[in-house]
């Protein structure tokens, strides 16, 4: 029997992930670049460990020790586009990142001894920066889709706190080494390697999208503190991002994001996270599904559309999203909330209902 080990399973999950990341983005493969280059290095890295502890091939150590080093800055490139705007943020400006991986090519060549500490020092100071901008909070993602952007910021912790275990994972082969003489080591590396390329992976798939389904808001930390009261000025732009909502429908965009939000009004994008936080006490992803939702209920009340097609007319891109988000706001979901508002199950004209029958009075 042919013998296939598992990272070989595990790099086929990798790339079918990648294929997927590349269909939704063929209309403009540059906005996901950089998360299909950091799947495509996962998913070579996971070929090179099979190689390497599923035949012995101790050819392939120094090709994994120069990848391994890519991996960590890869990933601070790939999720620090979602804190910017894409034009601020090119891979051709980010070449100094990839300078670690030239330095350990170099060391491998030359002087190997230090390779090790350099591969940890690289993932401890990639993963404390990826922890830095998770601390943030949510509203950091500016670029990435507000029907998502709690995933996507899951996604980022998930990144960085399984680069930050890879340096204990060298401090457990180097135990092993002194206690057993390695009889565990490559068990370790094989197993640690397969179940962090696996996470990293799922999280770079999901924050690429940039368009999942959020999940229980209760997370998002900002709001679970007291925030401070507002300033005249926050609650000025709080009332201009109010007026392009109802005058733009602005919430209808399924793409919509923060920075396109600060980018109408001329503002820098946390300032304009910080006026909605402290002004509506809560997320700018928050404020603008409650939005999404108004504009579904009265859909729902006024017209006998399918809730599928109110989903998207309403801006959201996700069912299972559309549902939770319902729940959440109105404690039924679409098709009850529906039977409930609607007079014996049956749709109203649109003209012939009066904005006051609407719960909270929407128009």
């Known amino acids: 029997m042919i013998f296939i080990p598992l990272p070989f ?13 590349i269909r939704r983005s063929e209309a403009d ?3 996901n670049i950089s ?7 996962y998913a070579l890295q996971s070929v090179l460990i099979g190689i390497r502890w599923g035949y012995d091939a101790r050819a392939v150590m120094p090709l994994l020790s120069v990848l391994a080093t890519l991996i960590a800055p890869l990933a601070w490139i790939a999720f620090s586009g979602l804190t910017k705007e894409r034009s601020a943020h090119r891979l051709t400006r980010l070449w100094p990142h990839l300078l670690p991986a030239c330095l350990v090519a170099l060391l491998l060549i030359f002087w190997r001894e230090p390779v090790g500490p350099v591969i940890i020092l690289v993932f401890l100071s990639y993963g404390v920066a990826l922890l830095w901008l998770a601390l943030a909070g949510p509203d950091i993602l500016v670029e990435s889709r507000l029907d998502g952007v709690l995933r996507s910021y899951r996604s980022l ?28 080591s490559g068990a370790v590396i094989a197993g640690g390697n397969v179940l962090a390329l696996l996470l990293l992976g799922g999280a770079a798939a999901v924050a690429s999208e940039a368009a999942a389904p959020d999940e229980d808001e209760k997370d998002e930390g900002p709001r679970a503190q007291t925030v401070p009261r507002a300033t005249s000025e926050e609650s000025a732009i709080a009332a201009a991002v109010d007026a392009l909502m109802r005058e733009k429908e602005l919430y209808k965009d399924v793409d919509l994001n923060l920075g396109r939000i600060a980018r109408r009004l001329g503002l ?30 009265r859909l729902l009340a006024t017209t006998d559309e399918p809730i599928t097609r109110i989903m998207f007319d309403a801006g959201f891109l996700s069912k299972s999203n559309f549902n939770r988000e319902f729940l959440r706001i109105t404690g039924l979901s679409p098709k009850a909330w529906r039977l409930e508002h609607q007079p014996s ?5 649109l003209t012939s209902l009066p904005a006051t029958s609407l719960p909270g009075g929407e128009t």
Request: overall charge neutral.
């Open 35 to 41: 998360f299909m280059l950091l799947m495509a290095v």
């Open 157 to 184: 912790w998930v990144t960085a706190l399984a680069i930050l275990a890879s340096p204990i994972t060298d401090i457990i082969i180097s135990l092993d080494m002194q206690w057993t003489g390695g009889v565990h």
């Open 9 to 21: 399973v595990v790099s086929l999950l990798l790339v079918i992930l990648l294929m997927q990341m």
């Open 345 to 349: 199950g049956a749709a109203m004209p």
């Open 268 to 297: 820098p994008a946390r300032q304009v996270s910080s006026a909605i936080n402290r002004t509506h006490g809560s997320s700018v992803s928050q404020y603008v599904n409650n939005q999404r939702i108004d504009e579904a209920r």
């Open 29 to 31: 493969l540059r906005e």
